[in-house]
């Protein structure tokens, strides 16, 4: 979900919130035709910015396949009720689904927040990468989250060993520090 910020995100997201919103919209017309029930998780908001209502919210009013999730409670208290997991931008809401071992969807955007190369190999292959900006991706990431979950599920264990060292390299590493040498 989209966290409007003002327009004070320019400098990592490479857009505006305007620009945001229409590609957030995009999506959730898209969930909302896939063959599953949708949870929809809004960012929390705890400074507004604009005095408007959010444009994506208000595009969920009339969605009949997503529910959206109402609380403000931060997203790794509720993934573990999931059993597909769709998120967009590299934020701790994608650190906690990777730990959770539910299987993640991720949506790379060119111009919102984009992964560095070597994340983007690293998630393309432990995960289930989609481009916003490929020319396919609506019909792509249509057909696969319109997949039997045990199908899903299968090809998901079959990326383990990648996703292992994606969380090794990008989330949270097992080495052990010398706490003196870090010290000096």
Do not use: H
């Not at 997203?75 to 597909?84: D, E, G, K, P, T």
């Not at 432990?126 to 249509?142: C, M, P, S, W």
């Amino acid at each position: 979900p989209t966290l409007l910020m003002g327009n004070i995100g320019g400098v990592y997201a490479w857009c505006s919130d305007l620009d945001k919103a229409k590609a957030e919209i995009n999506i959730i017309n898209m969930l909302d035709k896939i063959n599953k029930k949708v949870f929809y998780k809004p960012y929390p908001e705890f400074n507004k910015r604009y005095y408007d209502k959010n444009p994506c919210l208000l595009e969920l009013r009339n969605k009949k396949n997503i529910e959206i999730i109402k609380n403000n409670y931060d997203a790794r208290y509720l993934i573990n009720n999931s059993r597909v997991l769709v998120c967009g931008t590299a934020t701790s809401t994608v650190a906690w689904t990777i730990m959770s071992d539910i299987p993640t969807v991720f949506i790379n955007y060119k111009y919102i927040a984009p992964l560095k190369k070597n994340a983007y190999d690293l998630f393309i292959k432990g995960l289930f990468l989609f481009d916003y900006n490929n020319k396919n991706f609506f019909a792509d990431i249509t057909s696969f989250l319109n997949k039997d979950l045990n199908e899903i599920k299968e090809i998901w264990q079959s990326k383990e060993v990648q996703r292992k060292r994606l969380r090794e390299d990008f989330i949270s590493s097992s080495q052990q520090y010398d706490l003196n040498k870090i010290f000096k």
